[in-house]
């Protein structure tokens, strides 16, 4: 027990000190004036910029509205995907008929979308919405599709033997055997919309929001302000990461 | 019901039957796509959305060829094309690399690994801004946004596929008196293989929608400066093009790759 708590303090220590080192770098050069400030802000100047965006600009508001979107568009691609899946994997016709198509389009890198997007809904609120949905549907219709195909064939003819009607061999047979995959399929949409959200703010750059601020930050030539939107956007990168591992893991309890 | 009795005897009919229904579906994969520009033709010449909203079919098909022919689309597909060579090379240089190390040595894993990870939570789009600050708009950019899109994925699966070889392997190396290369090169790189193949396919992907993405946002040629130049234009016959170039391509990268997977597993095969 002491040797692996030790062993653990080591790694932390480890792990601590590559950090450290960029840290104090970082600070050397601000003292020396090793880098040209307007390249590599000092410290107290990206802390001092973060302190002004949240109190007097309205940080939390543009994080609010960039969340709120990314949740928004998540869940509207999660409901589409999850069903759309399951209809095209259970239907022979729509196997089909609709996956070549579905397979055809989903090549098209997803940033490519965003001008066509742009184009049939403008650059405000309803463009974002639709864009970080679809970049949730794909990965989530994708994974529900193989879920439900893997399907073991033993279950499915259980459902078969029971005379279950269709909707009851999904939500009986097909949706619980498919739900890990899916589970992986709704990780990565999380992560897919979180991107998308960046994306849209970027390139239809109306309204507020975090990936605007960052669009702002770098037309000012404001570094530190760059820097602590950078910034924002990993940790909350990393929340939805963290939060959707945690869901996935509560999610899949009975299998254990 | 059907299927049991067909199955009593008659395999010809069957085999006939199978026949004829696997064509029907391979063509059937083109019914939905045939029906969708059915319609979009129908909308457009019927007026139903503006032309600059949903351009004619056949006006897509001909400035497609008019951009083929005039070398134009070929030339933004090379640019891009180069950016994601040269970008993804140094990324999967760098990644397997460091994937390795990283998987050797657990003292450079305890090391390196928490801050790369920190790096990695960034997405690569939130580097650009801040990478246009540093140096500019130019090549450098965008080589190094697709690399750092290659990066990652090749890193994390270099370093769990070395990590994934069971130990017993090792310790058989052991007892041959390899040594150390040789451990390395006919134990533990094969063994991590696929997963290393894993990693250079999600980072050929990473790197494409990158170069989207900073192309869209920084750049005067390419296939991501098409797309823009085009939106802004409401020239969305060129979008279109664009896109089905951009699809095109990734699709063919990922293929190639697939194939060359197979190519340089085929002794997994064997030896089974």
């Given amino acids: 027990m002491a040797a692996e708590t030790s062993t653990r303090l080591v790694r932390i220590r480890r792990g601590l000190a590559l950090p450290l080192l960029l840290l104090v770098a970082w600070e050397a050069s601000g003292r020396l ?54 209809l095209v994997a259970v239907t022979r016709l729509g196997d089909r008929l609709i996956m070549p198509t579905f397979n055809g389009l989903k090549q098209i890198s997803l940033l490519a979308w965003i001008p066509l997007i742009s184009v049939w809904f403008g650059f405000a609120e309803q463009a974002k919405v639709v864009f970080v949905a679809l970049a949730a549907f794909i990965p989530i219709a994708l994974n529900t599709y193989d879920g439900i195909k893997d399907a073991p064939a033993e279950l499915v003819e259980v459902g078969r033997a029971l ?30 919309s979180w991107l998308a959200t960046i994306g849209a703010e970027y390139f239809l750059a ?5 990936g605007g601020l960052v669009i702002a930050g770098r037309e000012r030539f404001d570094m530190a302000l760059v820097m602590v939107g950078v910034i924002i956007l990993g940790l909350v990168g990393f929340a939805l990461n963290r939060l959707a591992g945690a869901a996935e893991a509560r999610l899949l309890r009975w299998r254990a | 019901m059907a299927t049991y009795l067909e199955l009593s005897g008659h395999e010809n009919i069957t085999n006939w039957r199978r026949f004829l229904r696997g064509r029907f579906f391979s063509l059937s994969a083109l019914l939905l796509p045939m029906f969708l520009i059915a319609l979009w033709w129908l909308a457009s010449a019927r007026g139903w959305l503006p032309e600059q909203i949903l351009p004619e079919p ?17 030339y933004h597909a090379a640019v891009s094309l180069r950016r994601v060579i040269f970008g993804f090379a140094i990324g999967a240089v760098l990644g397997l690399a460091l994937g390795i190390a ?34 500019g708009i130019e090549e450098t950019l965008k080589i190094i946004i697709i690399a750092k899109g290659a990066l990652v994925p090749i890193t994390l699966n270099t370093f769990s596929g070395i990590r994934s070889v069971p130990g017993k392997y090792v310790e058989v190396g052991k007892a041959l008196r390899f040594s150390r290369w040789q451990t390395l090169r006919l134990i533990v790189l094969p063994g991590a293989i696929p997963s290393i ?15 989207v993405g900073v192309e869209l946002l920084a750049s005067s040629e390419g296939l991501g400066y098409l797309l823009v130049w085009g939106r802004q234009m409401f020239w969305l016959d060129t979008v279109i093009i664009a896109m089905i170039v951009i699809g095109l391509i990734g699709f ?21």
């Fill in chain 2, 197 to 211: 193949f894993t990693g250079i396919r999600y980072g050929l992907t990473h790197a494409w929608t990158s170069l």
């Fill in chain 2, 102 to 135: 990283m998987g050797l040595s657990a003292r450079f894993e305890d090391y390196v690994k928490p801050t790369f990870l920190a790096f990695a939570q960034i997405p690569t789009l939130g580097w650009i801004p801040l990478l246009m600050l540093l140096v």
């Fill in chain 1, 33 to 86: 004036d090793l880098m040209d400030p307007r390249f590599l802000p000092a410290i107290e100047d990206v802390v001092r910029t973060a302190k002004r965006e949240i109190i007097d600009n309205g940080l939390t508001g543009q994080l609010g509205a960039s969340l709120l979107r990314n949740i928004a568009g998540f869940l509207i691609g999660c409901a589409l995907g999850v069903s759309f899946g399951t």
């Fill in chain 1, 206 to 210: 109306v309204g507020p929001g975090i």
């Fill in chain 1, 163 to 192: 005379r279950f009607r269709p909707w009851q061999r999904i939500t009986k047979i097909y949706l619980p055997s498919a739900l890990p995959t899916i589970a992986t399929g709704i990780h990565l949409g999380l992560i897919y």
């Fill in chain 2, 58 to 74: 056949t006006y897509v098909l001909q400035t497609g060829r008019d951009m083929i022919a005039s070398g134009e689309l070929l």
């Fill in chain 2, 252 to 272: 063919a990268m990922d293929k190639g790759l697939n194939g060359s997977e197979v190519f340089i597993q085929r002794w997994k095969k064997e030896g089974l």
